[in-house]
């Protein structure tokens, strides 16, 4: 057992409206800079719809994330290293900018300057990439609110596989939103397909960079990524991504997107798993069976062998303790209420969703039932007006049953708490039907619905990886291991773990032998007096 951390998502998709206040203020803070016009960290889908970039879920055609090989192991459903390098220069499974949209502006200097005349002035829209006259024809979340018509959604490739169960006939069509991130997967692919090993994950807290200096800009990693969270900046000929705002989960602090998230159905947490179950739980053959698989890889912070193994590792204490506390780990292991988004492609990805049951409420009501009594309640999650069936294909492979019980669990705590609520005699009996007690519904009621801040975000300050390990275990990708897919050796990208300055061992020398001392890392500075190392030695002052 080899136990690594995890900083983890769960988003609660009862709550989001769609205001897209996440998107914004990931946007002015890590992609207002020329090159990234078209980029969005965040994005805020309308389900069903195509998404952003339009048929992204669609791996027939873009061929990203893991298969199975030949003789089962894991292979990148871009190929392998022959069929990437005989693609190098010409890769016809990129996303172009209008799959992505082409941004734009408006014209507003036409408003302002035009003479007075008898026509009213316009301001019509110019491209950002080059600033010409363009027309208005997709855009990030063209889908919202089903704006985009019954031709759009029916090229959403989730719809497409369940065409004949669903007819979107529009007085009778359901709909919601899904915010999107980088999945700061497990088993990412976009770091395995990387032929200049640039991106890499953090052994830390599993976020997933991109080293900016090793990057060039080759763009597998873009098409490698099932999710397409992987950006090309044009001006800088670099690939970005989310970094799940790491400066400030290093100082135990939420990601912008959960800060200002109107709905507060974002929340955060550590979770332990084991790094060397990953793999194989990856390469499970039955698509339906990777859920279960990579709940499997999670470990109990409780455990006594676990926090031993934990703290052999070098995870701090204080990070175990979070561990136990994380409103993640309660969420997906246990009430078994998040589920994780297209584990089919084997990614194992790290931000989950609970899934939206509000519309049974009203669609019960609306037929002259009592819409939180259990038994109409239940009896309505197999007829609800999003389809398990479509909500499978997002988060289970195709397996309704987990996201029945996920729902049935939900009911529950909502049929729970009405009695307390108002003060009726309570039935042990829901709690039972949903395998939970009637603890757990009032917890999971607390959790989703009165949790305030620092119970939505337990994010503990971050330490620098490797630091007290046992010998042999202390940095590193956490898939670099033999047979594992991870890019680098022990030594991590470059000789440092992360964006954190290295341990005084590892600052003598750099894998080739050259010296590290006098580096300094301005990202550990407190901004204060002049760090040692921050001019060449002998200078002095700056010149």
Not at 96 to 109: F, R
Not at 488 to 516: C, I, K, N, Q, T
């Amino acid at each position: 057992m080899r136990v690594m951390s995890q900083i983890a998502m769960v988003m609660n998709l009862d709550k989001c409206i769609g205001c897209h206040t996440c998107s914004v203020t990931c946007k002015q803070t890590w992609t207002n800079r020329k090159g990234t016009e078209y980029a969005w960290f965040n994005n805020v889908e309308t389900r069903p719809g195509q998404g952003y970039p339009r048929g992204h879920e669609d791996q027939e055609k873009w061929r990203g994330g893991w298969r199975l090989g030949s003789r089962g192991g894991l292979v990148p459903r871009s190929g392998g290293r022959a069929r990437r390098l005989a693609r190098l220069f010409a890769n016809p499974e990129l996303p172009s900018l209008a799959d992505y949209y082409e941004p734009w502006t408006y014209d507003y200097d036409t408003l302002i300057s035009a003479p007075l005349g008898d026509d009213l002035p316009t301001a019509r829209p110019r491209s950002l990439i080059d600033g010409r006259p363009t027309d208005i024809t997709w855009g990030p979340n063209w889908d919202d609110d089903l704006g985009g018509g019954p031709e759009h959604l029916s090229a959403d490739p989730v719809l497409k596989k369940m065409s004949e169960r669903v007819q979107l006939d529009y007085e009778q069509a359901f709909m919601f939103h899904l915010p999107r991130i980088c999945e700061h997967c497990l088993n990412p692919s976009c770091v395995a397909v990387c032929p200049s090993g640039a991106l890499y994950k953090r052994v830390e807290d599993g976020i997933v960079l991109v080293d900016q200096d090793r990057c060039r800009g080759w763009r597998m990693c873009v098409s490698g990524c099932p999710y397409k969270k992987v950006y090309f900046n044009h001006a800088t000929g670099k690939a970005e991504k989310c970094t799940f705002c790491y400066p400030r989960i290093e100082a135990g602090e939420p990601t912008v997107c959960s800060e200002t998230c109107v709905g507060r159905l974002r929340y955060l947490g550590v979770m332990l798993y084991d790094a060397d179950r990953v793999g194989e739980a990856a390469s499970v053959p039955d698509e339906q069976r990777l859920y279960q698989a990579q709940l499997e890889c999670f470990l109990d912070p409780h455990d006594p062998d676990v926090v031993r193994a934990a703290e052999e590792s070098g995870i701090p204490h204080d990070w175990i303790t979070a561990a136990r506390r994380s409103p993640v780990r309660d969420l997906i292991t246990r009430y078994r209420v998040a589920l994780p988004l297209h584990p089919e492609y084997r990614t194992m990805p790290m931000v989950w969703y609970v899934p939206p049951l509000s519309p049974v409420v009203d669609a019960l009501t609306g037929s002259g039932h009592d819409g939180e009594h259990p038994a109409p309640l239940f009896g309505a999650i197999d007829a609800l007006r999003i389809p398990l069936e479509y909500l499978a294909g997002l988060f289970t492979a195709g397996d309704t049953a987990p996201v029945e019980a996920a729902l049935c669990r939900l009911a529950a705590m909502r049929a729970h708490m009405r009695r307390v609520n108002l003060g009726e005699e309570r039935d042990p009996a829901i709690a039972r039907g949903v395998g939970l007690d009637e603890s757990d519904l009032e917890a999971m009621y607390r959790l989703l619905a009165l949790a305030k801040y620092e119970e939505r975000y337990v994010v503990p300050t971050t330490y620098v990886a490797g630091a007290g390990t046992a010998a042999g275990t202390g940095s590193g990708c956490s898939l670099d291991h033999d047979g594992g897919p991870g890019m680098y050796g022990a030594g991590g990208v470059d000789g440092f773990e992360g964006f954190h300055a290295p341990p005084v061992a590892a600052a003598a020398a750099a894998p080739d032998g050259r010296s590290l001392r006098g580096r300094v890392n301005l990202l550990n500075w407190n901004g204060r007096g002049r760090p040692s190392g921050l001019f060449p030695e002998g200078t002095g002052e700056a010149r």
